[in-house]
């Protein structure tokens, strides 16, 4: 993983280093400005913004660049210049843009660099106003060219290393609870579900990778063909978090069935690391990009187990784990694919195989 982040790193800093230079340049040669600040500055400000937010985060900067101007311009004129006068323009410039904009700190930060700048240089520096804005503009444009057209991220990348810690946590937890259940250790399942809880911050790391990739799938060309694949991740992922929540039920079942002392057939832990097969082989399938027939058996073979527990005789929280483990299945089935109704069935006419082979 620590390698993965070293290469998205890697690639963040080249297309940073290349955005300043192309806006240097073209603030120096083409705009004639001989100390070019503005338009590197906007450029990198664009590249190192939060991956998927890149656009709106340009806009950002660019409406607050045009916020500080307007409202130092204001107060300079009525106030003059001077040390009070300064601070006062750089606390309304930010005031103004958190009361329109709340916390967007693309905007605050260049609502008040700008006017830093603008009340600083006024006095000794006449017409920075216009040289402003446009630099910003064009280090702003750079910057998503750069991101677009000339290095952009392999999104499925992004998405592979954001989702490799949810799959593997689902998977090894889920084979926790199997292991606990075959054990009748109902501490281990505790432990198990609370792993599972603490999934948050991994999920909310997916969601901005999807954010991200989104982003390249539309903005760049040479990524363009990828976005298909993208929008299967983005269902495929809707689907897995639920399954997580089923799997929190299903850790949580088991343990009341343990504390309880209920009867565990040998089938229901067979079932529960059946489960984390399947969700270890959509990862793999999905990756490589083939047909999840490997995860779709896998699946099927949970849901055979649990039916053949069900006939074997559980009791109250059994059933439960039971019924979580099939909604589980039934939302497996649907990220690889499957429609509601089709997954369904699958589940129902398995589980009752899976019955009948006991009867």
Not at 142 to 157: D, E, F, K, S
Not at 186 to 210: E, V, W
Not at 284 to 301: L, S
Request: net charge neutral.
């Amino acid at each position: 993983m620590r390698l993965s982040q070293l290469e998205a790193a890697l690639v963040i800093s080249a297309q940073a280093g290349l955005a300043a230079a192309l806006a240097w340049r073209i603030g120096h040669d083409v705009l004639g400005n001989p100390a070019p600040v503005f338009a590197p500055s906007a450029a990198v400000g664009t590249i190192v913004a939060a991956l998927g937010q890149r656009a709106h985060r340009t806009v950002e900067l660019l409406l607050g660049v045009g916020l500080g101007i307007a409202s130092t311009d204001f107060l300079l004129t009525l106030l003059g210049t001077g040390f009070w006068q300064t601070g006062f323009v750089v606390g309304f410039a930010i005031l103004a843009t958190l009361v329109l904009f709340g916390r967007s700190g693309a905007a605050v930060g260049q609502a008040g660099g700008t006017a830093v700048l603008l009340a600083t240089l006024a006095p000794a520096q006449k017409d920075l106003e216009w040289p402003r804005i446009v630099e910003a503009t064009v280090g702003g444009v750079v910057g998503l060219a750069v991101v677009a057209l000339l290095l952009p991220l392999n999104p499925m990348r992004i998405l592979d290393r954001d989702a490799a810690p949810i799959f593997g946590c689902l998977a090894g937890q889920l084979r926790e609870v199997s292991a606990a259940l075959t054990t009748s250790d109902q501490q281990r399942a505790i432990r198990a579900l609370t792993a599972l809880r603490d999934m948050g911050p991994d999920l909310d790391r997916l969601h901005q990778a999807l954010s991200g990739a989104e982003e390249v799938v539309s903005l760049a060309p040479a990524r363009w063909l990828r976005r298909q694949d993208v929008e299967r991740f983005a269902r495929a992922t809707e689907h897995v978090e639920r399954v997580i929540e089923h799997s929190r039920g299903v850790a949580r079942r088991s343990a009341m069935a343990l504390q309880y002392h209920e009867p565990i057939p040998p089938e229901l832990a067979t079932s529960v690391g059946h489960l984390a097969d399947a969700v270890e082989l959509l990862r793999r399938e999905h990756r490589a990009g083939r047909p999840t027939e490997k995860t779709r058996q896998a699946v099927c073979e949970a849901v055979y187990q649990a039916g053949r527990a069900r006939a074997r005789g559980v009791d109250e929280f059994g059933e439960a784990v039971v019924t979580q483990l099939r909604t589980a299945a039934s939302d497996l089935l649907r990220a690889t694919g499957c429609d509601p109704t089709s997954a369904n069935e699958e589940v129902r006419n398995t589980a009752q195989r899976g019955a009948d082979s006991v009867r």
